[in-house]
């Protein structure tokens, strides 16, 4: 399954991987014969042992690559892939992090939904769409843990709670106005793009800014494009953007930043403390109400490495967003 470019750039900030693993070798079995007692001793040569080969250093095993969770088949409803196998959804969760007894290495393991296996860093699903979850619930990624946490959220706080609500193909459903694409419940992207902030067309919905001009691509242009952004200079501008307002966002979900400016994004919520809002922060003052100091907080600017007409709010304690110098406002 391809993962859209909102899946990815969430996962990422999360600190999801998505490919294989690199597996530790296994120490070799020793060849080396056994000495013989009949000669002298100090006759015979010492046998000489194989150089066992090095196991990877434990930070090389946990920021390994993550396999692909749906790579087993069947009925996703009320069932969670977790790699080679399905968990009962209710009373199991997926759980990907180190598997008990085992050498190294982190694994895909089906265990009761009540525990809390592993730490911080591992990835745990509690459902992956909407039918693993109760009458009234969304299945969502948190921000619980590093390496992503989906668990069912009621609907009326997905908006307030969800940083994205994810969804597979024949389970449940996505809110009036999303569908399910490559496993986000999404409206239609068409980005605003140009100094003129033309709309892009279906076929080629996003839009791809560098300081020399923007253009309109396809998703599958998007995936060499966010390695390319990604390794630019901090101030150099570049990036992919899918909305430039909360008005481009279908079902509630709101036009979000990530990647230091590089990227915009309709989600449920917005990280305003890592990323940002794309917004006038009208909607964001309107909520600190008369707290003078959450008023304050609020920055709503230009990002230096993003087009001009999209303006994002974060909190001040943020500070500027990673390749953005004039986050001030």
């Given amino acids: 399954m391809r993962v859209s470019p909102v899946v990815f750039v969430v996962a990422a900030a999360l600190g999801a991987a998505c490919n294989e693993p690199q597996r530790p070798p296994r120490l070799p079995q020793s060849s080396a014969p056994i000495a013989s007692s009949s000669p002298p001793a100090s006759s015979v040569a010492p046998p000489v042992e194989p150089e066992p080969t090095p196991m990877p250093p434990p930070d090389e095993v946990v920021n390994a690559p993550q396999p692909d969770r749906n790579a087993v088949g069947g009925s996703t409803r009320g069932t969670i892939a977790c790699g080679d196998r399905r968990c009962t959804a209710r009373t199991e969760m997926c759980f990907f992090g180190p598997a008990p007894g085992a050498e190294a290495g982190r694994r895909y393991q089906c265990v009761p939904s009540g525990s809390s296996p592993g730490e911080f860093r591992d990835a745990r699903y509690r459902c992956d769409d909407a039918s693993d979850c109760a009458a009234g619930e969304a299945c969502c990624i948190t921000q ?30 996505c809110p009036e106005g999303l569908s399910c694409r490559d496993g986000a419940c999404s409206g239609l992207v068409r980005a605003e793009c140009g100094p003129e902030r033309k709309r892009c067309p279906a076929e080629r919905p996003y839009c791809s800014y560098r300081r020399t001009g923007s253009r309109c691509v396809t998703s599958e242009e998007t995936d060499p494009l966010f390695v390319e952004y990604g390794e630019l200079p901090r101030d150099e501008p570049g990036g992919i953007y899918s909305c430039s307002r909360t008005a481009d966002c279908a079902g509630g979900q709101k036009c979000c930043a990530a990647n230091g400016g590089r990227v915009t994004f309709c989600a449920p919520t917005c990280d305003t403390v890592n990323g940002a809002r794309v917004s006038e922060c009208t909607e964001l003052r309107a909520q600190c109400g008369k707290d003078a100091a ?36």
């Fill in 144 to 173: 619980q843990a590093a390496g992503g946490d989906y668990a069912c959220i009621p609907r009326a706080r997905v908006n307030q709670e969800c940083a994205l609500e994810v969804c597979e193909e024949g389970g449940g459903p």
């Fill in 294 to 329: 959450c008023t304050a907080g609020l920055r709503c600017a230009p990002q230096a490495v993003a087009p001009p007409w999209i303006k994002m709010c974060a909190g001040r304690e943020a500070g500027p967003l990673q390749g953005s110098e004039n986050a001030s406002g």
